[in-house]
């Protein structure tokens, strides 16, 4: 692993530093202390990922990783306006949970009706949704499996959804920033290059008869998904040893009605049942976050980070999902309680002068002390 490095930033891609100040903080002690000092900047561990094995990242991603092209990154969840959990489901967690509800079932009626399948096509059965291509339709829906390489279609698509949903300004959306974001990667190229044969695994893919060759995909892809003869949608996933990994999903805004974000998460599901891996990590759930939530929609499980031997490493969301509703950092013992203020409060063994200032708010960007405890 290369140089780490301990990052505050006064930019939040998430909240924009929209809160209420108090309402940055991670627990309600540390915003008694510090919210008039200002608002909570976003802090993370950094390095730059060069020749990291599928495996490694793979670790890494279950101790609450992520990467932004070769970029890895580990939000500090004490020190940042906003907590981002690590999350991850399976196609078991999904349905046994009760995330496959009627909603759920909804969107998959109406992304059938409009992508022009015929009534007796319709099913709210969860393999049926994921093979509607086998069911046809008129507005020619398929999707197709790429490297994650640059084309100018995939670009124009990113700055489209970037000016449009995200509302992103035209001098921050260029070729080499969507070439960074979502074309580089940090992995070992032996281990993602010229393992398989393109073109045998997507008629594999588009056929529904999975054989040899899917078996054999991994590392970056780009599923690029396609209506009425044009790019609609591309998923940015990483395909690892027990897992898929969402990096990103850029979408069409004239098709929002489609409602492709969800379905795109239920699509990734089933892929992770076809490929036979353990788990689909969807990045990062934040509770307080209306850009984030909706990963909640699909059931499972987030990272814990209780210093105690024999509290879980992952709780099941459908037991806490009520708590974190406020916002706060949330540390679950075996009992599904809160013991984060007990373990990384104020009034914790973690307290000292250097803990305290390990909170400072930084007026720029900057390098900044590592802390000593961090989640």
Excluded at 189 to 202: H, I, Q, S, V
């Amino acid at each position: 692993m290369d140089q780490l490095h301990y990052i505050k930033s006064t930019r939040c891609g998430y909240c924009r530093q929209k809160k209420e100040i108090w309402k940055s903080w991670a627990l309600q002690s540390i915003s008694e202390t510090m919210q008039d000092r200002g608002y909570c900047n976003s802090s993370s561990i950094t390095f730059q990922g060069d020749q990291l094995s599928l495996r490694r990242y793979e670790e890494l991603m279950k101790e609450g990783w992520r990467r932004s092209g070769d970029f890895m990154y580990k939000p500090d969840l004490l020190r940042s306006c906003c907590r981002a959990y690590t999350i991850r489901t399976n196609y078991e967690l999904y349905l046994e949970d009760g995330y496959y509800n009627k909603s759920a079932k909804k969107t998959m009626r109406k992304f059938y009706k409009s992508v022009g399948c015929t009534q007796n096509a319709i099913s709210t059965e969860l393999d049926d949704f994921y093979h509607a291509k086998e069911h046809g339709g008129d507005k020619g829906f398929f999707t197709v499996l790429l490297p994650n390489t640059f084309s100018y279609d995939k670009f124009e698509l990113y700055k489209k959804y970037q000016f449009k949903v995200h509302g992103d300004k035209e001098e921050d959306v260029d070729e080499l920033s969507f070439y960074n974001f979502l074309c580089l990667d940090p992995f070992r190229k032996e281990e993602t290059e010229d393992l398989f044969d393109w073109r045998l695994l997507n008629k594999e893919w588009t056929s529904g008869q999975y054989g040899e060759e899917l078996k054999k995909l991994q590392g970056p892809i780009h599923e690029c998904y396609f209506a009425d003869n044009k790019l609609i949608a591309v998923a940015v996933l990483d395909i690892l040893p027990t897992s898929v990994s969402s990096v990103y999903f850029i979408w069409d805004p004239d098709y929002a009605h489609l409602g492709l974000g969800n379905v795109s998460a239920i699509r990734e599901i089933m892929l992770t049942k076809v490929l036979e891996k353990e788990y689909y990590y969807l990045g990062f759930l934040i509770a307080d976050c209306e850009k984030m939530i909706y990963k909640a929609k699909f059931g499972g499980e987030i990272r814990n980070f209780s210093k105690r031997g024999g509290d879980p490493l992952w709780v099941r969301l459908k037991h806490v999902s009520n708590q974190l509703e406020d916002g706060y950092f949330k540390v679950f013992d075996s009992e599904m309680n809160d013991i984060a203020e007990q373990q990384y409060g104020m009034d914790s063994d973690c307290y000292d002068s250097e803990f305290v200032s390990s909170f400072d708010v930084v007026s720029k960007t900057q390098l900044f002390p590592t802390p000593k405890v961090i989640p």
